[in-house]
T-cell receptor, first 113, second 114 residues
Framework: ETGVTQTPRHLVMGMTNKKSLKCEQHLGHNAMYWYKQSAKKPLELMFVYSLEERVENNSVPSRFSPECPNSSHLFLHLHTLQPEDSALYLC????????????FGQGTRLTVV | AQSVSQHNHHVILSEAASLELGCNYSYGGTVNLFWYVQYPGQHLQLLLKYFSGDPLVKGIKGFEAEFIKSKFSFNLRKPSVQWSDTAEYFCAVNERQAGTALIFGKGTTLSVSS
């Protein structure tokens, strides 16, 4: 248990579906992140939220839409995804940025069919 | 842009063998360096980190890493691996002044046979 909880753990969705991934952190951190983990590729940073404001968007397609309603919750809304979007989506949190250790959730394994 | 290179994709060792996993980063400024481990079916967790001071840092489970600034390297070592060290290992870096998010390498899969 890391203090970062992601739901669902597994998700299969069609290309025309709309779904959301949820992340909740119980650590009192003020920064949250979405990463994408694909086989044989580095973890790709997608979005960064600090104090509930988006501070980084790494050229992620608009079919991924993040939402951070408060410092404890982070969502990733998905719509009209492609099969190549199938991956493990990881949420992380930290207290501040540069000096801070990031704590990761167990991820959501997404399969787009 | 920052990048992190891990040269070994898959390392296979017998128990008690010594381990060294390479990590190089490209960034000219001051960075923080991390090694994370992901055991099968588990979340990413921190092994060790370097911010400043002694370039030889010790982490959990007998792991250590050495920061060599002139080589832009932060190699992970363990003198004697165990079967339970089978996992995927990720090197990561972020820019200290800007407080940026972690940038990761591709990871190295370590398989230890008993």
């Amino acid at each position: 248990e890391t203090g970062v909880t992601q739901t669902p753990r597994h998700l299969v969705m069609g290309m025309t579906n709309k779904k959301s991934l949820k992340c909740e952190q119980h650590l009192g951190h003020n920064a949250m992140y979405w990463y994408k983990q694909s086989a044989k590729k580095p973890l790709e940073l997608m979005f960064v939220y600090s104090l509930e404001e988006r501070v980084e968007n790494n050229s992620v397609p608009s079919r991924f839409s993040p939402e951070c309603p408060n410092s404890s919750h982070l969502f990733l809304h998905l719509h009209t995804l492609q099969p190549e979007d199938s991956a493990l989506y990881l949420c992380a949190s930290s207290q501040g940025g540069g000096m801070a250790e990031a704590f990761f959730g167990q991820g959501t394994r997404l399969t787009v069919v | 842009a920052q990048s992190v290179s891990q040269h070994n994709h898959h390392v296979i060792l017998s128990e008690a063998a010594s381990l060294e996993l390479g990590c190089n980063y490209s960034y000219g400024g001051t960075v923080n360096l991390f090694w994370y481990v992901q055991y099968p079916g588990q979340h990413l967790q921190l092994l060790l980190k370097y911010f400043s001071g002694d370039p030889l840092v010790k982490g959990i489970k007998g792991f250590e890493a050495e920061f060599i600034k002139s080589k832009f390297s932060f190699n992970l070592r363990k003198p004697s691996v165990q079967w339970s060290d089978t996992a995927e290992y990720f090197c990561a870096v972020n820019e200290r002044q800007a407080g940026t998010a972690l940038i990761f390498g591709k990871g190295t899969t370590l398989s230890v046979s008993s």
